[in-house]
């Protein structure tokens, strides 16, 4: 079982997709994502399966929750900076999202 304090550690932060683009490099169907968090964290890279639900100008101006603490990981030929969230649904990926407009960078807590 995980504690509490384990779940503290994560820095996870509302940030909004600024760029998507296929990312034909992948194993797995999957899109490039430039995500703006705000003037404290800035422009991160990520890497999402989300082809299933989203087409990559759907995605433009969404905004979306991701793990910002995790080290890079490199996928195929990119890095990815963040871990966007989302819900392995039966049809795919689902983004969390805030309910409602939150600014860049605002911290789940």
Known sequence: MAKFADFQKLDI???????????????????KLKIDFGPEIGLKKSSAKLTDHYKPEELIGKQILAVVNFPPKQ??????????????????????????EADKGDKLG
């Open 75 to 100: 996928i195929a030929n990119f890095i990815s900076e963040v871990l966007v969230l989302g819900t392995y649904s039966k049809d795919g990926v689902i983004l969390i999202t805030p309910e409602r």
């Open 13 to 31: 932060r509302v940030g909004e997709i600024v760029a998507a683009s296929d990312f034909t490099e992948a194993h797995d169907p999957a899109y």
